[in-house]
């Protein structure tokens, strides 16, 4: 069975850093591009950033471009989102999601269930 | 970035009703479209791919058409379980996005 699940989100103070972890199971991780994908409490879906099936790109949102890192360890299975000076604005569900492509990012048929970050004081 | 608009923003609707939601883009982008459905406190699920490819396991009372920047995400017969907020996405760019969302709910 295909699977993604995230972990590592919480509670962090603004200007805190936190990493989120995204494990897979049950498909060829280096074969696809990985995304992540936040929503905010109450709002709708914003794409984050996405990583190559190599590593070798990465892609960006405005919002958090030159804050977050994205990464990926394919001999682990694991996609990692690294997130420094955080914001209010950045408080949500984030969430993995597969690509279906392996150079770029595009649609996503496998979605995990979801971490919350929340940055408050 | 190429920004992607949904509308309506919400509808009610009743079971056996045909509903339409429409998506525009900022810009051309071919058939890079795709449409997923959110149910409340779940993770969103694939529904069409490439503006009008049905994912597996889909039923087929769920259609998508158009091209270049007008899109349409058609429910030939609405069902009790269809009642969610339905997202268009674009991945014509690198830098994907999202439309604002449509809320389907009950009349």
């Known amino acids: 069975e295909v699977q993604l699940l995230e972990s590592g989100g919480g509670l962090v103070q603004p200007g805190g850093s936190l990493r989120l972890s995204c494990a897979a199971s049950?498909?060829?991780?280096?074969?696809?591009?990985m995304s992540w994908v936040r929503q905010a409490p109450g709002k709708g879906l914003e794409w984050v950033s996405g990583?190559?099936?190599?590593?070798?790109?990465?892609y960006f949102a405005d919002s958090v471009k030159g804050r977050f890192t994205i990464s990926r360890d394919n001999s682990k299975n694991t996609l990692y989102l690294q997130m420094n000076s955080l914001r209010a604005e950045d408080t949500a569900v984030y969430y993995c999601?597969?690509?279906?492509?392996?150079?770029?990012?595009?649609?996503?048929?496998?979605w995990g269930e979801g971490t919350t970050v929340t940055v408050s004081s | 970035d190429i920004q992607m608009t949904q509308s309506p923003s919400s509808l009610s609707a009743s079971v056996g009703d045909r509903v339409t939601i429409t998506c525009r883009a900022s810009?051309?982008?071919?058939?890079?479209l795709n449409w997923y459905q959110q149910r409340p406190g779940k993770a969103p699920k694939l529904l069409i791919y490439?503006?009008?490819s049905l994912q597996s396991g889909v039923p087929s009372r769920f259609s998508g058409s158009g091209s270049g920047t007008d899109f349409t995400l058609t429910i030939s017969s609405l069902q009790p379980e269809d009642f969610a907020t339905y997202y268009c996405?674009?991945?014509?760019?690198?830098?994907?996005?999202f439309g604002g969302g449509t809320k389907v709910e009950i009349k």
């Open positions: 999601a597969k690509g279906y492509l392996a150079a770029r990012p595009s649609y996503m048929d496998v």
């Open positions: 049950g498909f060829t991780f280096i074969n696809y591009a």
């Open positions: 990583i190559s099936g190599s590593g070798s790109s990465t």
């Open positions: 810009q051309s982008i071919s058939s890079y």
């Open positions: 490439a503006a009008s």
């Open positions: 996405q674009q991945d014509y760019s690198n830098l994907l996005t």
